[in-house]
């Protein structure tokens, strides 16, 4: 079983920054993937990017060249590193594990940006 705690979210103005944090309850190291959802009012849940433990990337075309997702092993942490964000990123973004063929959810973090 694999807990995770999401935190970094919050109100951010357009073009502004934000980094989510994802902790593990386990090493990640052991962990086959790991990534970022988000949930907008009224729309379907997207996956936003993802990580395997040999590091291969996947991000959603929206998000390609600002936001960037990593990784610290020593700390079982997941980064997703979200800059020049817009309007339409405002939603609940949602930390996955996929380990032992389970896929494994945070609570989710608010995201809003707005002016």
């Known amino acids: 079983q694999v807990r995770l705690v999401e935190s970094g979210g919050g109100l951010v103005q357009p073009g502004g920054s934000l980094r989510l944090s994802c902790a593990a309850s386990?090493?990640?190291?052991?962990?086959?993937?790991m990534g970022w959802y988000r949930r907008a009012p009224g729309n379907q849940r997207e996956l936003v990017a993802a990580?395997?433990?040999?590091?291969?990337?996947n991000y959603a075309d929206s998000v390609k060249g600002r936001f960037t997702i990593s990784r610290d092993n020593a700390k079982n942490t997941v980064y997703l590193q979200m800059n020049s964000l817009k309007p339409e990123d405002t939603a609940v973004y949602y930390c996955?594990?996929?380990?032992?063929?389970?896929?494994?959810w945070g609570q989710g973090t608010q995201v809003t940006v707005s002016s």
């Open positions: 996955i594990a996929d380990y032992n063929g389970l896929r494994y």
């Open positions: 386990r090493s990640i190291s052991t962990i086959y993937a």
């Open positions: 990580i395997t433990s040999s590091s291969l990337r």
